[in-house]
């Protein structure tokens, strides 16, 4: 049994100004598996945050299931879900902006006992956040320090100790390095998949980055207009995609490897407004060099194109190269 398991999540907003609603999460299925990383990547306004904060439960989904460890959190009371977030955790974007500045850092990483733990008298408690903060790389006495006197990379750290103290089974890694440099975001990530091999846990890591996905996870779900596009394992999904947008994301990065050859794909216009009422058809088609009329007219979903390799698209048969070619001189615009 998954440890996590969505499905058929949606989530919508009412757009500012009573411009329409804001198709956020379109009937999203998702799994992660004890100690496992599952990558979510995806342009910014894909929606991947807000599916964070659903598995979360600090946003309540309008349909489906969110599954953790096999009960269904969506059921559960607002006493029976704080009591489940001991094990459900999450490191923010944004270091600095996710801890109080006026709070200690011990205080910081301690508060989560207070609620989960309360069987903890302070010295213990106070033994358990030194031991926490040595574990991820910082100095007992950081504890009496505020976060305004730490590095970017070390608020991190404590955004990362505070996670773990309650000895979670899964955390919601929310682009944790993203607002950091190349040095120190290469210590979080190996502190992470430290952390993991130790701790058993497992992580949803939302991404833009795919060279940092490619390094962290097992399994990788490509994310559009709210909807998964794409899932598979991270080295399949990357040698071989066959979604355009998967293939349109990996054209945009750059390798280190000169002999590399990355499949080229570019897409048409911007990202589309999640407003758009939309009953059939592909999300991406307004923007696929390689949609044609079917793209449109039919009910897409994911299949499975090999086994645990599930796209959302119709051409995923013919997305050789040649035909990628065709597509982008506008072969394939019919």
């Known amino acids: 049994m998954p440890l996590l398991e969505l499905e058929g999540v ?10 329409g609603i804001v198709r956020a999460v379109s009937n999203v299925s998702l799994k992660i598996n004890a100690g496992e990383t599952v990558a979510l990547i995806g342009e910014s306004g894909s929606g991947k945050s807000t599916l964070g904060r659903l598995v979360l439960r600090l946003l309540e989904p309008d349909e489906g299931a969110v599954r953790f ?23 923010f974007q944004e270091p600095f902006e996710s801890l109080n500045p006026r709070m200690s850092i011990g205080d910081i990483v301690g508060e989560p006992l207070i609620i989960h733990d309360r069987g903890l008298n ?5 033994q358990r956040v030194r031991e926490t903060l040595e574990r991820v790389g910082l100095s007992p006495d950081s504890s009496t320090r505020l976060p305004g006197q730490l590095s970017g990379g070390q608020q991190q750290r ?12 899964l ?3 929310d682009e944790p390095t993203s607002s950091l440099d190349l040095s120190v975001r290469a210590q979080i990530l190996s502190l992470l998949a430290d952390l993991q091999r130790e701790l058993g846990l497992a992580y949803l890591f939302i991404s833009h980055d795919i060279s940092t996905v490619e390094y962290v996870s097992q399994r990788i779900a490509v994310m559009y207009l709210g909807e998964i596009l794409e899932t598979g394992p991270v080295s399949e999904v990357i040698r071989d995609p066959r979604h355009p947008y998967t293939r349109a994301l990996l054209s945009s990065r750059l390798s280190t490897d000169p002999n590399e050859s990355l499949p080229r794909l570019r897409l048409i216009g911007d990202i589309g407004s999640p407003t758009e009422v939309r009953a059939i058809g592909c999300v991406l088609a307004p923007r696929c060099p390689m949609a044609i009329d079917a793209c449109r007219s039919q009910i897409i979903q994911l299949i499975e194109f090999s086994p645990n390799h599930e796209v959302a698209c119709i051409r995923a048969e ?6 990628l070619s065709n597509s982008i001189s506008g072969g394939g615009s019919n």
């Open 122 to 126: 302070s010295d213990a408690r106070k």
């Open 318 to 323: 013919e997305t050789s190269d040649a035909l």
């Open 171 to 173: 955390i919601v890694l």
């Open 10 to 19: 949606s989530k919508q907003f009412h757009a500012r100004g009573g411009k």
């Open 69 to 91: 460890d096999g009960v269904d959190l969506t059921q559960l009371s607002v006493k029976e879900m704080r009591e489940m977030r001991s094990k459900l955790q999450v490191v």
């Open 158 to 169: 404590v955004g990362i100790a505070r996670a773990i103290i309650t000895n979670p089974k």
